[in-house]
């Protein structure tokens, strides 16, 4: 909990604003930094915490952020772009480790998987997360807007309030988005045999 | 997927499930136009909306641990609960499954969020509930065992019921008529019990109706909207208790107006009569697969209701609907509260006679063959026939009435047809469907020097025992219904009976007297029937009803821990004993087995009263 956070706040901050600025570049390098520190951070909340507490996304991001980002410096909209990548971040950890997982389950599992990475998803959600990783590329494809909402929603455990915040839309057009995009996956994930 | 097709779709798509029923189809008409693949695209995704909405599709965030809101691990202890699974959470708090370590019952444990803790109106309407529907017992409301404040947690504990609220079963099954009959008897049913002690339900809606998945037993769920009748309260008081009660049923839970009678529409003072206009709109949503008034808007429907007379059932139906099952659902209707049915029992009493109705006809075309079996109905010119109107005359009308019957179906089956699903007969002929049957044997623990001697025996019928024998009742039912085994202890001609309550108990089946087809009960569930000092005949009655019985409902408060099950209401065992009395006129058939070491008691009509002498020396 009291060590220091791995890069410099300077650096993050910048490359949001470089980002927030347009510059594509800067996401690959933001990417990385992001991924780091809310792997660490959510090991270190298993750890820490007692069994079965709780384990709050927002609240993982929230702290991500604080300790990434130098408050003073960064312009307040970049927090709204620090959680939409860390939404995506969460979502391409949990997939991972719903694969990882899914692997091991297979008779794959030579390899040995962490406890902390085992609580991060229920054993039963494992092929959940995959399916609807799936079809969510689908769905970027021709809605990439829906497709934040599920994400945001979904992997990084955000409220419609707070997705409204982020993708700067109407709480009534994150309900709309949310319920098109949902029964869309139902759908696709219904379908599939 | 194009773009600008999607585009097109998730426009209509949007506005289409802020609509219902007819508003809906018309506005894709107008939008699709001739479209129809366009058309066939939008409904499939309202269909998959609806689908994932009830089942909560990716409701909760992926991480395994993240909803939010869960107050309680499981594994953890609450007090004398150990919380085993977290089984959703609502407007009120989190509800999750657990075990009374006490008494090792499940228990459905309603968790109030501290949101509501601090909010007092909320923390009134949870209290009320909790008040409401612990002062009602009948099997067909959800059971309250505890109401209280742990860590400062507050908990309600109720009877644990695997299933699914009707709402649910509604959007992934259509129910066949006998089914909606059964449904809808039971809610009656509950609602007779509520109004009894004055209780008004105000809020019968299909989410508010669960259907137990191992029996489709009802329970009517949510009192927390009920309030005692207002008759004794002044016009002020009235008009507050009205327009308090209209806000918090439009305001606090979206979409309920669709249930609401006319007079709660209005705000005004409500009695029992509003619980069966919305058991009406229940029953005809059953029915019709929407409920009878609907408008684009919350004013439309509200018009709708005050002002306009539904589509009539059987032509909102997609199949054709009994005559007598429209003139029920007409009468719960009525906007004229004197023109509405009465009471619960008026409208149950139809609803049971019709449903009686469909049984003869099922029973009649097993008899007849596989030809006929197919398709019937039940139509208003079988209601014509004799009716029923005693127990013990039954067997013998039930005989005309069939015959009635054949004879009809014969002439109106090329007539009419069908589509109401009708189980197929399976298996080998039932009994004859009046009748009423259990199965018992007797274990006996032998007993010297007040230590069990021996492995205990099973017999199929009384002996003569020893005064330290203790006794064991193993019971079950080939078809589920409702149980009361009552023990009344030797006593002189003229003196009162002593009764006490073996069975339902507090220690088992959740304290209901509802047991399921070839549930074994054992009796008493724990301990043994041991014998008094003096000398006579400890008396056993068995008492088994397809439908639960009002004057032995009430027996169920006296089969706890510190009753030790023993009615000490005088008036109320002599309530009991007058019940057993009037029903031993007709005596059961006895058929004992003596390799299985069973005794079969059966007899014709809806209540089977059995009496098991042991007696000692």
């Given amino acids: 909990m009291t060590k220091p956070p791995p890069s410099k706040p300077h650096e993050i901050t910048e490359l949001l604003e470089q980002w927030s600025g347009g510059n594509q570049a800067a996401l690959d390098k933001l990417y990385p930094l992001v991924y780091e520190e809310l792997r660490r951070l959510a090991r270190s909340y298993m750890r820490r915490e007692p069994k079965g507490h709780t384990l709050q996304t927002t609240a993982l991001i929230n702290e991500a952020y604080v300790r990434l980002v130098d408050q003073h410096q960064v312009h307040w909209q970049n927090r709204s772009h620090f959680f939409a990548i860390s939404a995506q971040i969460m979502r391409r950890i949990l997939v991972d480790h719903a694969r990882r997982h899914l692997h091991a389950k297979r008779g794959g599992g030579a390899r040995k998987i962490s406890l902390d990475e085992v609580m991060l998803v229920a054993k039963e959600r494992s092929e959940e997360v995959l399916m609807l990783d799936e079809a969510l590329a689908n769905l970027a494809r021709v809605d990439p807007r829906r497709c934040q909402v599920v994400e945001l929603r979904y992997f990084a455990g955000l409220n419609n309030t707070q997705i409204a915040s982020v993708l700067k839309i109407s709480e009534n057009t994150v309900m709309r988005d949310w319920n098109l995009a949902r029964a869309w996956l139902y759908q696709q994930l219904s379908e599939t045999p | ?617």
Avoid at chain 2, 13 to 27: C, K, T, V
Avoid at chain 2, 390 to 404: F, I
Avoid at chain 2, 526 to 548: P, Y
Wanted: hydrophobic share 40%.
């Fill in chain 2, 1 to 617: 997927m194009e773009a600008e097709r999607w585009a097109q779709v998730s426009r209509i798509f949007n506005s289409a499930i802020e609509l219902d029923g007819e508003a809906r189809e018309a506005y894709l008409k107008s939008e699709c136009g001739a479209d129809e693949s366009l058309a066939h695209e939008v409904k499939r995704l309202i269909d998959s909306h609806q689908r994932a909405s009830a089942e909560d599709f990716i409701a909760e965030p992926a991480f395994a641990n993240s909803s939010e809101s869960k107050t309680l691990a499981d594994g953890q202890q609450l007090g004398p609960y150990l919380i085993l699974k977290h089984l959703g959470a609502g407007g009120m708090g989190e509800v999750y499954l657990a075990t009374d370590t006490r008494l090792g019952r499940s228990v459905a444990l309603k968790v109030l969020s501290a949101e509501v803790a601090h909010d007092k109106r909320r923390m009134q309407r949870f209290q009320q509930e909790a008040r409401m529907a612990s002062s009602l017992n009948q099997p067909n409301i959800l059971t309250v065992f505890e109401f209280g404040e742990i860590d400062a947690l507050n908990f309600l504990a109720t009877e644990y019921i695997e299933g699914k609220t009707l709402r649910q079963y509604l959007r992934s099954h259509k129910l066949t008529l006998p089914e909606i009959l059964d449904v809808s008897i039971q809610i009656l049913s509950a609602l007779d019990a509520a109004h009894e002690t004055k209780i008004v339900h105000r809020d019968i809606k299909p989410e508010n109706v669960m259907l137990r998945s191992r029996d489709q037993v009802v329970k009517l769920l949510d009192f927390g909207l009920a309030k005692p009748t207002e008759s004794g309260s002044s016009t002020h008081a009235n008009d507050l208790e009205g327009e308090t009660q209209y806000k918090t049923a439009a305001g606090a839970v979206l979409g309920t107006i669709n249930y609401m009678s006319p007079e709660q529409a209005q705000g005004l003072p409500l009695d029992e009569r509003t619980d069966l206009w919305s058991t009406g709109v229940v029953i005809y949503e059953m029915v019709a697969g929407q409920v009878p008034f609907k408008g684009r808007t919350k004013s439309h429907t509200l018009v709708q209701i005050l002002e306009n007379e539904p589509v009539s059932l059987s032509e909102a139906s997609p199949v054709p609907v009994p005559d007598e099952l429209k003139r029920i659902v007409e009468k719960a209707l009525a906007k004229q509260l004197d023109e509405r049915y009465q009471t619960a029992k008026d409208m149950a009493v139809d609803l049971r006679k019709l449903r009686k109705q469909l049984d003869v006809e099922a029973e009649m075309r097993r008899s007849v063959g596989p030809t006929l079996a197919v398709e019937s109905r039940a139509t208003s010119s079988v209601a014509a026939g004799p009716t029923v109107t005693s127990d013990s005359s039954r067997a013998v009308k039930y005989g005309m009435l069939l015959l009635a019957a054949v004879i009809l179906v014969g002439a109106v089956w090329f007539v009419t047809k069908s589509r109401f699903v009708q189980k197929p007969p399976t298996g080998p002929l039932p009994s004859p469907i009046t009748q009423q049957s259990l199965t018992y044997s007797i274990t006996v623990q032998k007993y010297r020097d007040s230590k069990p001697f021996e492995q205990p025996f099973q017999l199929a019928k009384e002996m003569l025992f020893e005064r330290d024998y203790q006794i064991r009742l193993n019971v079950s039912s080939p078809k589920s219904g409702f149980l009361y085994v009552l023990n009344e202890g030797p006593h002189e001609k003229e003196k009162p009976a002593e009764f006490v309550v073996l069975f339902p108990s507090s220690t088992s089946n959740s304290s209901s007297a509802l047991i399921a087809d070839n549930q074994q009960v054992q009796i008493p569930e724990t301990s043994w029937i041991k014998f008094d000092q003096e000398k006579g005949a400890e008396r056993v009655w068995l008492v088994f009803s397809a439908n639960a019985i009002a004057e032995l409902e009430p027996i169920r408060a006296y089969a706890n821990e510190k009753k030790m099950g023993l009615i000490d209401d005088s008036s109320l065992s002599d309530r009991v004993q007058q019940f057993l009395r009037t029903h031993t006129g007709s005596k059961p058939t006895v058929e004992q087995n003596a390799e299985l070491r069973q005794t079969r008691v059966s007899a014709p009509g809806d209540i089977l009263v059995h009496v098991i002498d042991l007696e000692h020396q």
